[in-house]
């Protein structure tokens, strides 16, 4: 959701890490059918386009596979569904184990609502401004880890193809707009990329101006998700710690909060607008 990684200083638990749960049971299931069809780790990883290696670090546990390398290594085991049966719990194991709730519920969302204060979105992010929070982390994060996050939030931007569309809301402080995370270009990249979707019908963009005298949004930031089937929920994370709220008078609460800050930042014009305004002055 809010994917502020410059100020996520959390410590990892070791359910976050690939080598546990269901990456470990896919693992294990891949080397039974691989070793079943007679097949050394060189030539199955020939037919996939994968090295050895990376087979075996996927065996082993220690490597979480893409969706890609599961509906190729399924096809070629001819395993029938047995793998790709896993591809969503091997999907979610991804994500830090703080966000794998949210991120199961944003994936089926109606709606989603996101006030951001310290860094661009999520969904709104690129490749490689993602990968400069992520650099930014601390403690250090090491390159596979920082690969898998990105090609998981990246994979979260899916969620804009689907159909029926979601309804997304996002409102941002225009600071956010400004910090150049990873260098200009970086910068000029994501901001480019906030204009493409804010641009979609069924999302919306909203800048809340550093001037703004009057913004309810002073109690930080937070995620409003609506599943296609129930009520409303609210996502808030700090400090790589993070809430699910589901009681009805909290959510509404927030949720009334959001309407207000809508209400003092610029207009969905007016804020494509003013984005334009920053590219131009990068």
């Not at 996101?114 to 650099?135: D, F, H, N, S």
């Amino acid at each position: 959701m809010r994917d502020e990684e410059p100020v996520a200083q959390r410590q990892q638990r070791p359910e976050d890490e690939p080598g546990t749960g269901v990456v470990t049971a896919f693992g294990r299931q891949l080397k039974l059918l691989r070793v079943r069809a007679g097949l050394e780790r060189a030539e199955f990883g020939k037919r996939l386009g994968y090295s050895a290696d990376t087979v075996a670090s996927i065996e082993q546990g220690r490597r979480i596979p893409q969706a890609r390398f599961i509906e190729k290594a399924d096809e070629a085991l001819g395993a029938g569904g047995v793998l790709t049966a896993l591809k969503e719990e091997v999907g979610r194991a991804q994500y830090p184990s703080f966000f794998r709730d949210a991120a199961r519920l944003e994936s089926d969302a109606a709606e989603l609502f996101l006030y951001a204060v310290q860094a661009i979105p999520g969904l709104l992010q690129t490749e490689e401004y993602t990968r400069a929070l992520l650099a930014m982390r601390r403690p250090l994060l090491d390159e596979d880890t920082i690969e898998q996050r990105v090609s998981a939030r990246l994979a979260r931007q899916q969620t804009f193809a689907r159909w029926p569309a979601p309804l997304v809301s996002f409102v941002i402080e225009e600071a956010v707009l400004r910090k150049p995370f990873g260098g200009k270009a970086v910068l000029r990249g994501v901001l480019e990329n906030v204009l493409m979707v804010g641009h979609r019908r069924n999302v919306e963009v909203q800048v809340m101006l550093n001037d703004q005298e009057d913004n309810a949004g002073v109690d930080g930031p937070f995620t409003l998700i609506t599943p296609k089937k129930g009520e409303q929920i609210a996502y808030l994370e700090v400090q790589g710690r993070s809430i699910l709220v589901t009681e009805r008078d909290e959510v509404r609460s927030i949720s009334a909060r959001y309407g207000i800050i809508r209400s003092q930042a610029l207009t969905p014009r007016e804020s494509l607008g003013f984005v334009e305004k920053v590219l131009g002055e990068l």
